[in-house]
């Protein structure tokens, strides 16, 4: 039998993050790598991302374990083995010499690593605070008693719950973006000698209020200002091509380097997750918010427009 890895919080990078809603299965590997984006945190080769919806207050956990070990366990969820018989229909803070983990109906909802300092009654307090809740046991778990855990763990595994991990490389994301692009180079050339030679463009119908020729002079005014001009005129093409195709409204963009702030808008709010999965991991969500006056969700976010 192969034994359990069990992870020391001391080796996991992990965060919150608030949400509206459940993010969709479909979108959710971009919603992830998005989040650890913004929070500065990089992976390599060798990182694994566990991720948890908390309901009681929408938001994720997310934690990043940077290691070449397999058959890998946080730390927290070798508390599942006291629910292996039977589930407790109750609310269970464990108090941990690194951590502490809140457990809600047998199931681990959240967990956070502790140092030397930390307050029992502030934990307890904190935990009740912030879930809304009045725990039912508070149970302390002492070093001893959790490796005897952890021992009971390995020879119980067949019996408790199975957790995964998503990397970065175990999307196929970056299959669908390449076999795109290839479509994107020979639309790319057939349009190339349009776009430069002719003096009226003709844009849809249904884009309103853009003053065309203070876009194109400030266009041009962009590629006066790189040196590396083919690289970002057919990134460009290719972002215009893909909101045109599908329909999204383009509020604004603002070019710096070889990133663009873009703000856009859609009816449909899946148009505008599957636009920002189309950028896969190189996209940031910036903001997005339902505009009721509008009927139509609004998107602001950052995007790499070439490597």
């Not at 019996?159 to 290839?182: D, F, G, M, P, V």
């Not at 690289?231 to 409204?249: G, H, Q, R, W």
Request: glycine share 0%; proline share 1%.
């Amino acid at each position: 039998m192969t034994s359990i890895n069990f992870i020391k919080l001391k080796n996991v990078e992990s965060f919150l993050t608030s949400v509206d809603e459940e993010i969709d299965n479909k979108y959710i590997k971009n919603f992830i790598y998005t989040q650890i984006q913004s929070q500065n945190m990089a992976l390599d080769n060798h990182s694994k991302i566990h991720y948890t919806y908390i309901s009681k207050i929408n938001s994720y956990q997310i934690s990043i374990i940077n290691t070449k070990k397999k058959n890998i366990l946080l730390e927290p969820f070798v508390l599942d083995v006291l629910y292996a018989k039977q589930k407790n229909y109750t609310l269970d803070l464990y108090l941990c010499e690194d951590f502490f983990a809140f457990y809600e109906h047998g199931n681990l909802i959240f967990f956070k690593e502790l140092n030397t300092k930390s307050d029992r009654n502030d934990i307890i307090k904190y935990v009740n605070q912030t879930f809304h809740i009045k725990l039912d046991n508070i149970i302390d778990v002492d070093k001893k008693t959790l490796e005897e855990y952890k021992k009971e763990y390995d020879h119980r595994i067949d019996e408790l719950q199975k957790y995964k991990y998503i990397s970065k490389y175990n999307s196929n994301s970056a299959t669908y973006y390449l076999i795109y692009l290839a479509f994107v180079i020979f639309a790319f050339v057939f349009y190339f000698f349009n776009i430069f030679t002719q003096n009226n463009v003709e844009i849809s119908k249904d884009i309103k209020n853009i003053k065309l020729e203070q876009v194109k002079h400030d266009y041009l005014n962009l590629l006066e200002k790189y040196e590396d001009n083919q690289k970002l005129t057919p990134s460009l093409i290719t972002l215009f091509n893909v909101l045109d195709k599908n329909e999204i409204k383009l509020i604004s963009l603002k070019v710096v380097e070889d990133k663009g702030s873009i703000k856009i808008k859609s009816e449909n709010k899946d148009i505008l997750l599957d636009f920002l999965d189309f950028y896969d991991e190189d996209s940031i969500i910036n903001n997005m918010q339902f505009i009721k006056e509008e009927n139509c969700y609004e998107l602001y976010a950052t995007i790499k427009l070439y490597k």
